[in-house]
């Protein structure tokens, strides 16, 4: 880990599921920043929670990562791991509550290809991985709609 710390903290399926707090997550992973800290940087509310929840359930192929809510790089980045890595998509997504949906460049991104890289440099996805940005709020049919539609299957 860089002396400044992870971009983007991996909230495991399991880990959604059981509601584990963020700093006992971080912990496990090797970041042992002081506990208000991580939980500033990377805590969900109520409705991120709920968001993740539900994501997790319905779209078990999505691996969902926590962004540093410091450093405008996003909210979450979401990648597709169902398919074989050089075939993987991220969606790096600011999630508002009651805003559509929408692709953008907004300023609370500006920092995305930050987390993208760790994310490459940890081998979860590859350098010319396809990378959406998005705004607002979304349901997980919102993000089959964007690219997302079901798990990929290997055609034999």
């Known amino acids: 880990m860089s002396r400044e710390g992870p971009w983007v903290l991996h909230l495991s399926r399991r880990a959604v599921l059981a509601r584990t707090g963020v700093p006992t997550l971080a912990h496990s992973r090797g970041d042992f920043r002081n506990p208000r800290e991580l939980e500033h940087r990377f805590g969900l509310r109520s409705h991120e929670q709920r968001f993740v929840e539900e994501l997790v359930r319905v779209m078990p192929q999505l691996w969902v990562f926590r962004c540093d809510q410091l450093r405008s790089c996003g909210d979450f980045a979401l990648v597709d791991m169902s398919a074989p ?3 993987r998509r991220c969606v790096v997504m600011e999630h ?5 949906l929408r692709a953008t460049r907004h300023r609370q991104l500006q920092n995305h290809d930050r987390a993208v ?3 490459i440099r940890h081998g979860v996805l590859e350098n010319d991985a396809a990378v959406v940005l998005l705004f607002g709020s979304a349901e ?5 709609q964007r690219g997302f539609a079901k798990p990929f299957r290997a055609v034999v």
């Not at 508002?96 to 559509?100: A, C, D, F, I």
């Open 85 to 87: 890595l050089p075939l």
């Open 96 to 100: 508002k509550q009651r805003t559509g």
């Open 117 to 119: 890289d760790e994310l």
């Open 140 to 144: 997980p049919k919102e993000l089959r």
